[in-house]
């Protein structure tokens, strides 16, 4: 019996990649009207023939506008850290669409590669969980392709202040003056030296009790090298009532772990699975860098001696695709 449903379990992936064929891929701009247009990127499943294209500094193999594949697909939001892009983590959204998911990665307003006027402020912290509910409030109110997706199943990955972002829409309430309490303990922490010799400003006025963002619709996520996590006190994840993976890099110089993944395991109200990537740093959960980006940010694309970043987002993906499809799709 067992070999049985190994077998049709292995049948309806070559099924599910049969009929799906390639992964096609949009660039859409979502209305914002408190902010600017906010451009997302699209993944999804597709019967189309794929083709290398450019994303930013990289190349993918997608098809552009290709038709939609599937049924009741669970939708997966991801959100870039600081400097990022909707490019990012292009690899993983790939992988996810290959897996039967629709996902959405937004370039954060603000806090991204070309604009970074809302970095190092407070209104950053709480507009990007903003940000993210109109994106997912217009994926299912106003996208070509909604009719295609379940409202019920829907995930979302985080990396680095994207994780911080990811934790909040899901439903954790941050204290923004914690961030004094530690630079008081910790003046060196790279959190309190994030903003030497820049100007920062607040683009608009931040309330001293923010409203912040959550979205009930979401039923698990993902969080890689999660910062500004020490900003969540005792009890400030305690509405994250759902399944959590939480990555970390041993040697992570960014976000060290003591005060940003350590303080999410902790408050987390429930287990979750974690992995932790041994000997390497931060940046080891961006997309492997292509040559171009290498040149242009090379601190981002170097890692530990001997480590191959492609080898490892392989397993990466495939863990990440199995925890939400396993959470989302009730797969195992």
């Not at 390639?22 to 600017?36: A, C, I, M, N, R």
């Not at 070309?114 to 990007?128: A, V």
């Not at 997309?287 to 171009?292: F, H």
Request: charged share 20%; hydrophobic share 40%; with cysteine.
């Amino acid at each position: 019996m067992r070999v049985r449903l190994v077998w049709l379990a292995a049948a309806g992936l070559w099924f599910a990649r049969l009929c799906f064929g390639s992964v096609g891929f949009q660039e859409v701009t979502v209305p914002d009207p408190p902010g600017k247009p906010i451009a997302v990127g699209i993944w999804y499943p597709s019967s189309a023939q794929a083709s290398a294209h450019p994303l930013g500094m990289f190349s993918q193999m997608v098809a552009p506008n290709g038709g939609i594949a599937g049924e009741r697909l669970p939708l997966v939001l991801i959100s870039h850290g600081a400097y990022g892009s909707m490019a990012s983590h292009y690899d993983t959204a790939i992988a996810l669409a290959e897996a039967g998911f629709a996902v959405a990665a937004l370039t954060h307003t603000g806090d991204n590669s070309n604009d970074q006027t809302y970095l190092g402020t407070s209104f950053n912290l709480i507009d990007r969980p903003r940000q993210a509910k109109v994106v997912l409030d217009w994926m299912f109110s106003s996208w070509n392709g909604r009719g295609h997706l379940d409202e019920r199943r829907v995930g979302v990955f985080g990396f680095s202040l994207g994780g911080f972002t990811a934790l909040v829409v899901s439903g954790g309430t941050p204290e923004l003056n914690r961030m004094a309490l530690l630079c008081s303990t910790r003046p060196d922490a790279p959190e309190c030296s994030f903003n030497n010799g820049r100007q920062v400003v607040e683009p608009k006025p931040v309330p001293a009790r923010p409203n912040w963002a959550h979205d009930s619709r979401i039923r698990a996520v993902v969080v890689a090298a999660p910062a500004v996590s020490f900003d969540f006190g005792p009890g400030d994840l305690k509405h994250v009532g759902i399944p959590v993976q939480l990555w970390r890099a041993e040697r992570d110089t960014q976000a060290p772990d003591g005060w940003n993944s350590a303080v999410v395991r902790k408050e987390l109200p429930g287990p979750q699975e974690e992995h932790v990537v041994p000997g390497q740093d931060h940046y080891v959960f961006l997309a492997p860098c292509s040559a171009a980006l290498a040149a242009a940010v090379p601190q981002i694309c170097k890692d530990g001696p001997g480590f191959d970043r492609v080898a490892f987002h392989r397993e990466f993906n495939r863990l990440v695709v199995n925890f939400l499809a396993k959470k989302l799709k009730g797969e195992h």
